[in-house]
């Protein structure tokens, strides 16, 4: 798989996420995709679950890229970045990174985001 698409694609992740356009972050998700975040929780499956996430995640939240989509040799690429919130009233900010994988088609097929409570800290 080509790396700029998949590249190009986690950027508007990002960009539609700070924009707080659901329907845009949708539509970078194939209908039968996956969301674990953080890994080790139970996955979110399919398009209710994951909007239902999201219209959750994206309130009050910003992520600032850290560096630019990493791509792979497959079907596969990355992103790093901090996600800006508050939590209990104080400005919190949490080290992330998400791995992504394609279909066929382009879309967004499974999401894995690595982070933990150590990579929380409070502003």
């Known amino acids: 798989m080509d790396n700029l698409p998949m590249k190009k694609t986690l950027q508007e ?33 399919g398009r209710i679950e994951i909007e239902a996430f999201y219209r959750e995640s ?6 600032e890229l850290l560096v630019s989509p990493r791509g792979s040799y497959s079907n596969a690429a990355t992103i790093t970045f901090a996600v800006h919130t508050e939590k209990k009233g104080h400005s919190i900010r949490i080290d992330v990174t998400d791995v992504m994988t394609f279909d066929s088609a382009g879309k967004i097929a499974t999401m894995h985001a690595y982070w933990g409570p150590d990579d929380m800290q409070q502003l």
């Open 13 to 45: 992740y990002v960009d539609a996420f700070n924009a707080n356009d659901l329907e845009h972050l949708m539509s970078l998700f194939s209908d039968e995709a996956s969301v674990e975040d953080p890994v080790g929780s139970p996955p979110k499956t």
């Open 58 to 63: 994206m309130t009050g939240a910003k992520l």
